[in-house]
């Protein structure tokens, strides 16, 4: 049960970090694009937006780690 546990956080950890990556990724192109003069926005959305998305795209990446980071400092201390 653990190993599956673990196996589909990896996973779906995996998928906000990536999609926290394209979205970083489309908002610095967006920004370099804006400051040589050319409009372009990524469904409406400015890219500090867009960098605010992917910034709430990593809180559930972070807290995986941080739940593997203490199980490993347990399995030591135990």
Not at 25 to 48: F, H, Q, T
Not at 59 to 72: A, D, F, H, K, S
Request: glycine share 8%; hydrophobic share 55%; net charge positive.
């Amino acid at each position: 049960m653990d190993a599956n546990v673990d196996k589909w956080s990896s996973l779906g950890s995996r998928l906000f970090f990536a999609g926290a990556m394209v979205l970083f990724v489309v908002a610095v192109l967006e920004w370099i694009l804006g400051r040589l003069g050319v409009a372009a926005k990524v469904g409406g959305y400015e890219s500090g937006r867009l960098v605010e998305f992917a910034a709430m795209f990593l809180i559930p990446v972070v807290t995986v780690l941080l739940r593997q980071i203490r199980q490993e400092l347990r399995k030591k201390n135990a």
